[in-house]
């Protein structure tokens, strides 16, 4: 079995994220999913976690074989909203805002999403917004599309123990 803690991470990210009766309760409904889904999928609303992750382990302080492990999720917001205009891409960006904003307090409350022997922190590290006109999954009609790309970074400490 493998010390790396992100596949934990992430599954649990999810779980905790699809438990959130804020982000499921959005209309329409936030998919939450932990690959890249098909370029082709109509879902207007998702949240992609660790379609990409990197990590750096080095030797934790105290303790022989412990490490303490910093991994770099990679997330994606995708919004698409029908039709042109600036408020139709107000709307796309608010929403994607909200839904950056509930994974946001989901990292912030206590606990952490526990992976390894214990999770010391986890945040939002980086955040891109761009926003674009499409014909995503409309056969030909236009749409909005606001995309937000981020990172949440978090670190854990392991040990062979805890795999």
């Not at 991470?9 to 959130?20: K, S, V």
């Not at 990197?54 to 910093?70: F, I, K, M, S, V």
Request: glycine residues 6%; proline residues 6%.
């Amino acid at each position: 079995m493998s010390d790396w803690t992100a596949p934990a991470f992430i599954d649990l990210l999810q779980t905790r994220l699809l438990a959130r009766a804020t982000l499921t309760a959005m209309d329409p409904p936030v998919a939450v999913f932990t690959y890249d889904p098909n370029p082709d999928d109509t879902v207007t609303d998702r949240l992609v976690i660790g379609y990409r992750v990197a990590d750096e382990n080095e030797p934790a302080a105290l303790g022989q074989g412990r490490y303490e492990e910093t991994v770099t999720v990679n997330c994606e917001i995708m919004v698409v909203r029908a039709g042109a205009g600036d408020v139709k891409a107000a709307a796309a960006r608010t929403r994607a805002a909200d839904i950056l904003g509930e994974l946001d307090n989901e990292l912030r409350t206590d606990p952490l999403p526990q992976v390894g022997d214990q999770t010391t922190h986890a945040q939002i590290a980086k955040r891109e917004m761009m926003q674009f006109p499409s014909t995503y999954g409309t056969a030909g009609a236009g749409v909005r599309v606001c995309v937000i790309r981020l990172d949440v970074v978090y670190t854990a400490r392991t040990s062979p123990a805890s795999t």
